[in-house]
């Protein structure tokens, strides 16, 4: 049964479900910061999945770095499978902008995390819903 | 007509050609550190290739991680699309080791780059040749 690493858990808010990946939002308002876990036990490297969850894999994280694009006016998509401290693989899909805290470095142990408050979260929440549509499962907020 | 970015050019060594993606090696002996760029002009974001070339890409990036993991003995293995600073779509491999000069951090801005010898390209190149048979072309070293 897929259960999520305690820190993801920790770090970050759940917002959904692709076919293939849980969708969540790093609860870092410095930038807007996804992530997406294979809902798949025991795997921290790429090529461990099968071959159709891995073009999953591409394929989601793929469409969801063009949606964030347009939807948050990225002047740059990073998109990075790294799992050094987390072994539960992971897929950080992160909105970059020329006048965020990090640019033009990767943003991590750049910046101390700042959290969001329940509006913020709201608000990206809807912001998503407007360019996550089909094969999305939006969870409770 | 694809043209390799100059910054790229510099700081790192041609491998050779997977069908897609030329293969560089980083010109920084801290970590085996290779870089996948597709020889296609004009993109700087995964989902601006078509999605052959896409499905190509993930294709060789995936086998790439795989193969350079056993090769050179990998604790985790990174890919990432970061792009920020050059703009023409590059996918780092990087080998990561528990005890290699950032872990467990992502290694950009850790450490200076230390440039490879010339016996030490020599010797990576002779490592690859052993793991990168098929739909691989090595360039003149």
Known sequence: MFTLDPRLQQDSLPIGD?????????????????ILVPRREDISEIFQLGVADQQQLWQESTLLAQRLKDAFDADKMN???LGNVVKQLHVHVIVRKHE???WPAPIWGK????PYSAE??????ERLRLVLAEDFTFLEG
């Open 100 to 102: 965020d805290a990090a």
């Open 111 to 114: 910046q101390p995390a700042t």
């Open 79 to 81: 998109v990075a499978a």
């Open 18 to 34: 692709f076919p293939l990946c849980r969708l969540l939002l790093s609860n870092d308002s410095n930038y807007p910061w996804f």
């Open 120 to 125: 913020q979260v709201a608000a990206i929440r």
